[in-house]
């Protein structure tokens, strides 16, 4: 929904900075991306971390986050008008996300959506984060939307994989990643911004084949 990864990266790189860590962003990054807060953590620190270690941790690196990302926040191009779209066609949006409920009231205060989604699921509701599917599978569930019927749309190599493994087509958001980076046998797109799939028809496209919710 959001452009946020480079935000992320710049609040990782300062909250190592403060807490004197010597790290690769990038590999950070690439091991920690869609992951929960307390696994972030434990990533990072390389050891076991339990919630009351963790938690005011993850509060001081995602403060960082939304002070660095508030001023140029940022949808990925097309998402509000796509989910319009998605609404008008009858269609249900959920959210799964590893961003706990504050980065949630942040993105969502920020996005200013017509219509709220259906559902929101976070990684501080005791789900594993992805790749594991826990938290995709309790949107769906939540939705009454089988999962061979949902349909993810993902930017990041976590979140691809976690729709495989609850048995979901997904869609790439290649804002972060490439599309090689993103690819499976499930992945049935894999576009820039949410107006490549406006512009080709995407919704109408799996409607006519008999594929009707989106998550």
Same mark, same amino acid.
């Given at each position: 929904?959001? #452009?946020?990864?480079?935000?992320?990266?710049?609040?990782?790189?300062?909250?190592?900075?403060?807490? &004197?860590?010597?790290?690769?962003?990038?590999?950070?990054? %690439?091991?920690?991306?869609?992951?929960?807060?307390?696994?972030?953590?434990?990533?990072?620190?390389?050891?076991?971390?339990?919630?009351?270690?963790?938690?005011?941790?993850?509060?001081?690196?995602?403060?960082?986050?939304?002070?660095?990302?508030?001023?140029?926040?940022?949808?990925?191009? &097309?998402?509000?008008?796509? %989910?319009?779209?998605?609404?008008?066609?009858?269609?249900?949006?959920?959210?799964?996300? !590893?961003?706990?409920? #504050?980065?949630?009231?942040?993105?969502?205060?920020?996005?200013?959506?017509?219509?709220?989604?259906? =559902?929101? =699921?976070?990684?501080?509701?005791?789900?594993? &984060?992805?790749?594991?599917?826990?938290?995709?599978?309790?949107?769906?569930?939540?939705?009454?939307?089988?999962?061979?019927? %949902?349909?993810?749309?993902?930017?990041?190599?976590?979140?691809?994989? %976690?729709?495989?493994? !609850?048995?979901?087509?997904? =869609?790439?958001?290649?804002?972060?990643?490439?599309?090689?980076?993103?690819? &499976?046998?499930?992945?049935?797109?894999? =576009?820039?911004?949410?107006?490549?799939?406006?512009?080709?028809?995407?919704?109408?496209?799996?409607?006519?084949?008999?594929?009707?919710?989106?998550?």
């Amino acid at each position: 929904m959001i #452009h946020s990864m480079p935000y992320h990266a710049q609040s990782w790189l300062e909250f190592c900075k403060r807490h &004197g860590i010597r790290m690769d962003v990038k590999e950070l990054l %690439a091991r920690t991306t869609g992951r929960t807060g307390t696994e972030c953590m434990g990533e990072l620190f390389g050891r076991p971390m339990g919630a009351d270690e963790a938690l005011p941790l993850v509060k001081e690196k995602e403060a960082i986050y939304r002070e660095l990302f508030a001023p140029v926040f940022e949808e990925v191009a &097309g998402f509000k008008a796509f %989910a319009a779209q998605a609404r008008g066609l009858g269609l249900k949006i959920g959210v799964g996300t !590893a961003g706990d409920k #504050h980065n949630i009231a942040f993105a969502m205060g920020h996005l200013q959506m017509a219509t709220a989604p259906e =559902v929101i =699921v976070g990684g501080d509701q005791g789900l594993p &984060g992805k790749p594991d599917p826990a938290i995709f599978l309790e949107a769906a569930r939540a939705m009454k939307v089988p999962p061979n019927q %949902a349909i993810v749309f993902e930017d990041a190599p976590f979140g691809i994989e %976690a729709a495989r493994r !609850a048995g979901m087509r997904a =869609v790439a958001l290649c804002t972060s990643h490439s599309a090689d980076e993103l690819a &499976g046998p499930h992945v049935i797109a894999a =576009v820039r911004h949410y107006h490549a799939l406006l512009d080709t028809r995407f919704l109408e496209q799996i409607l006519s084949r008999g594929q009707p919710h989106v998550a």
